[in-house]
């Protein structure tokens, strides 16, 4: 009877003292801020969407981007140059990840460093360097044009172009993850598979490679997802070439014919792709996820001389390749600009005139950068302690799916959303610092939350437990316990956000108003236009190089790897 | 200081996990959870620590009643079975932090690690950090840091059981000293009954979210209360049956044996125990039971067979001399124990 009785005071008490855990308070501002931020624009490109001009509601728009060729044509554009960066990226780096993972290669160390970086490099980089090598007046172009010797190609522009750009521009991620992965196979399943007589060939292509396809899969979808979701390198290179994340900008941000409706449409077809990616992704690797580590690390066998000068060969040309765009940059930032046009004279001036015109703009890029990272890593940390430690009922599964969503959704999309939702009451950010801020620490958020995550899967809970038992209260423990055990992981991804941040421009170049204006904005105003300071431009993207490679350098020295 | 456990259930969604446990241990004693996995023992000894909420029940720790006093003012020392050293302190630091929040002065903190680490044979292994350790060691830093704090009662939670056999019974003595030395009260949950038979001054057996025996270890060895406790505690026969007129036992297949005196009320159907070591081969017509030999086990000081006898049952026995398979043996129990409630075997 007793019992009975306790057992209905019980609950009661139990969910009030829930209550005042402070990770529920600190859950439910995320939640809050996670609300305005991604569901709340969303729902006015929704809205946008399925409103016509007069105000009134229509399917219309989504009739139009199935029938009508103005936004057939874009779609599928998007979707073919995705499919085939993707697939050619892989095409370079997967032979190449398997010779290394495999062989005893000269210079490992130092090429595993150069992709690492090669991953950082600025999205619209590639774009800009190349249009400067082979645009039409473009530095190889107008010698190959002086000396009279013909091109297969008129300049760099068009779809080859955006597909060109787009390999040497992701190769690297596809072969960071296919390395590891090929890394992580347990010699022992290939012994197998050589023990009941298969050959070495054979067993490469019926063990080996299909171990590896979720890593494939992974890569060649964050390959395709980044040329898709990217604005700077059709806008920049595409010569007319029209795809998605252009339509959305130019519907938007153009003055005589602005639809926001049609870029609402537009940016919901971006969305729609790329969640479809990621189903596609996911379905790849969950059905094919072996369990692969453990046992011993894969011994690297010697090549012969032949064969050795033929993979080293491939190797530094990918590299150069995908370093082609910083050595252009860099070169050219010392040399003088006149009009438009290269002469090849050493200069710093430049240099002077960054630091005396525009020395605003790079304080700006680190400013912003830096309080958005600092908001992502503490919301990131609060986010991923509630995902992996506390049983929230409604908060956490919520908080675990929403932080997730700007995974899949294109700078482009982004910026829509924030502009469409607080260009009005009840929160004005347009024209603000703040919504650069807010763009970015929203957008970089699901990949510091992510790495936080994984570093307290580390923790085990019974450390924290045993920090209560000897006195400390959670907020101590979490402090004194917590916070130190995870820190090499919450610089390393806060880092990464960082860099990703302060090399932002599809979102910036929609959301800024003078004078906010950052770096990447300045090097892509200053590449649309042709006879603008090309010189000041390059040292400018000189600078955010910089700032790029240095912190990771540091890092990585630091911490010996890198997770992207 | 003592604790007493009374009426404690908790559930896991649909899935119980203790059903009204009771429990008390004296001052200064150690007592032992011993059970199969799942069986509700670790999550009993975390409600006593605090990281869990009875759904109901009460504990108190001497006359205070701590259901509502969260873990960091229960004054406990916990030990873990994965030791939970923190990784990024050294092991001084580690038996330190406790006494630090206590803002003790940095002498006496010094003083008391220097004492702790004695007290766990880790003088000189201040500066080590957790890697670096044995396993042994991490247990011993572990257990230096639970009493740093001189906590009311001391909670293991199967502290040996990531450690090799032959540590395992160095540590368990070690800990034993260690827990009479200082005199603190302590509970140990372990799935190893050789461990709870030799460390414990009680032993509560669990099945089933339940706590099916408590007791001495002699008592809960030698008087199992339930076929449970019977067959999970040593090695036991134990043979089924009705109590016939005579107060012998019916076996199941027909056979009957006489114990010597009625085993109780007829009727009734019992087990009967039998451990290994209390039946003895006999030569004579005094047998009680006879069988043929259909195994034989060499354990060093002696051997275990098992015979089987006509109506199929297995009685295992120990012995000294060789037995071929085969051979017909007949055997007297010396002791034997009625066991009356069946709660199944383990």
């Known amino acids: ?564 | 200081m003592d604790i007493s456990i009374e009426g404690i259930s908790k559930a896991f969604g649909e899935t119980t996990a203790l059903e009204s446990v009771d429990l008390s241990v004296p001052s200064g004693r150690l007592a032992t959870l011993l059970g199969a996995s799942g069986c509700g023992k670790t999550t009993l000894l975390r409600i006593i620590a605090g990281f869990e909420t009875a759904d109901t029940g009460a504990i108190r720790f001497g006359e205070r009643d701590i259901a509502k006093v969260p873990v960091w003012k229960r004054r406990i020392g916990f030990v873990f079975q994965s030791y939970a050293l923190w990784p990024h302190m050294t092991v001084a630091e580690n038996v330190a932090y406790g006494l630090r929040l206590r803002r003790l002065s940095k002498e006496a903190v010094a003083d008391k690690v220097a004492t702790g680490l004695a007290m766990v044979g880790l003088t000189g292994r201040e500066q080590r950090r957790p890697g670096q350790l044995s396993g042994g060691q991490q247990q011993r830093v572990a257990l230096a840091r639970a009493l740093a704090l001189e906590p009311d009662v001391l909670l293991m939670d199967e502290p040996l059981s990531n450690l090799d056999a032959k540590l395992r019974v160095e540590m368990r003595r070690e800990i034993r000293r260690i827990q009479q030395e200082t005199g603190i009260t302590a509970v140990y949950v372990t799935h190893d009954q050789d461990e709870a038979l030799e460390i414990s001054d009680l032993v509560a057996v669990m099945n089933g979210g339940r706590v099916e025996q408590v007791g001495a270890p002699e008592d809960v060895y030698e008087r199992p209360e339930t076929t449970f406790v019977a067959s999970f505690v040593g090695s036991v026969t134990l043979l089924r049956g009705q109590v016939t007129d005579d107060g012998e036992l019916a076996l199941g297949s027909g056979g009957k044996v006489g114990f010597g005196r009625p085993l109780g009320p007829a009727g009734a159907a019992v087990h009967v125990a039998l451990r290994p070591e209390d039946l003895r081969i006999v030569e004579d017509g005094r047998a009680q039971f006879t069988g043929k030999v259909v195994r034989s086990s060499f354990q060093g000081g002696t051997r275990e067979s098992v015979a089987e006898l006509p109506g199929g049952e297995l009685l295992a026995f120990e012995h000294r001399r060789s037995l071929p398979t085969g051979a017909t043996v007949g055997l007297v129990a010396e002791r034997f124990t009625v066991v009356g409630r069946d709660t199944g075997v383990a």
């Open chain 1, 1 to 564: 009877m007793a019992a009975s009785t306790t057992a209905r005071g019980r609950p009661g008490r139990r969910s009030r003292s829930g209550w005042r855990d402070p990770w529920r308070l600190a859950g439910l501002i995320a939640l809050l801020i996670l609300l305005i931020f991604i569901v709340y624009p969303q729902l006015w490109i929704v809205r946008a969407a399925f409103t016509d001009d007069a105000g009134a509601f229509t399917l219309a728009r989504f009739g139009a981007f199935v029938t009508d060729a103005r936004f057939t044509e874009p779609l599928l554009h998007s979707v073919v140059v995705s499919l085939a960066v993707g697939a050619g990226a892989a095409l370079v780096a997967v032979p190449l990840a398997f010779v290394m993972a495999r062989y005893r290669i000269p210079g490992r160390q130092g090429v595993l460093t150069m992709l690492t970086m090669a991953t950082t490099s600025p999205p619209f980089l590639g774009a800009y360097a190349w249009l400067l090598l082979l645009g039409s007046g473009g530095i190889i172009t107008k010698a190959a044009r002086e000396a009279g010797l013909p091109l297969p190609f008129e300049s760099i522009l068009g779809v080859g172009g955006i597909i060109w750009v787009g390999v040497w521009f992701t190769f690297a991620l596809i072969f960071l993850m296919v390395y590891d992965a090929f890394r992580a196979v347990d010699p022992a399943l290939e012994e197998a598979a050589a023990s009941v007589g298969s050959t070495p060939w054979r067993t490469h292509a019926k063990v080996t490679l299909p171990l590896a396809v979720p890593a494939i899969a992974t890569g060649c979808y964050l390959a395709a997802m980044r040329i898709f979701a990217d604005f700077g390198t059709p806008m920049l290179i595409g010569g007319g070439y029209s795809m998605l994340p252009v339509v959305v900008y130019q519907n938007f941000m153009s003055e005589v014919a602005a639809s926001p409706g049609v870029a609402a449409t537009a940016s919901l077809m971006m969305v729609l792709v790329s969640g479809l990616a990621l189903v596609a992704q996911r379905r790849i690797v969950a059905r094919r996820s072996f369990a692969v580590t453990g046992g011993r690390d894969q011994p690297l066998r010697e090549l012969r001389r032949g064969p050795r000068a033929l993979v080293l060969t491939g190797i530094w040309a990918a590299l150069l390749l995908g370093f082609v765009p910083h050595l252009v940059v860099v070169l050219t930032s010392f040399l003088r600009w006149q009009s438009g046009i290269l002469q090849w004279e050493p200069t710093l001036e430049n240099y002077r005139r960054l630091f005396e015109e525009s020395l605003q703009p790079i304080v700006l890029s680190f400013v912003f950068a830096g309080i958005a990272c600092l908001i992502a890593l503490v919301l990131g940390v609060v986010v991923a302690y509630i995902v992996a430690r506390k049983r929230f009922m409604i908060s956490g599964p919520l908080l675990n799916n929403l932080v997730m969503v700007p995974y899949i959704l294109p700078g482009t999309v982004f910026a829509i959303g924030f502009i469409l939702a607080f260009n009005h009451l009840p929160v004005i950010l347009t024209g603000t610092a703040l919504i650069i801020v807010v763009a970015y620490f929203i957008r970089r958020l699901p990949y510091v939350m992510k790495s936080i995550e994984t570093a307290l899967g580390q923790v085990h809970p019974s450390l924290e437990e045993a920090a209560m038992s000897v006195g400390a209260p959670p907020r101590r423990s979490f402090r004194d316990i917590v916070v130190p055990i995870i820190r090499p992981a919450v610089i390393s991804g806060g880092t990464v956000g960082f860099l990703q941040m302060i090399t932002e421009l599809s979102a910036t170049v929609m959301l800024y108003a003078v004078p906010w204006v950052t770096m990447t904005v300045v090097i892509f105003t200053n590449a649309m236009q042709p006879g603008s300071p090309f010189g000041v431009a390059s040292a400018m993207t000189t600078v955010l190089l910089v700032s790029v490679y240095v912190p990771l350098y540091l890092l990585r020295r630091r911490y010996k790897t890198v997770s992207l």
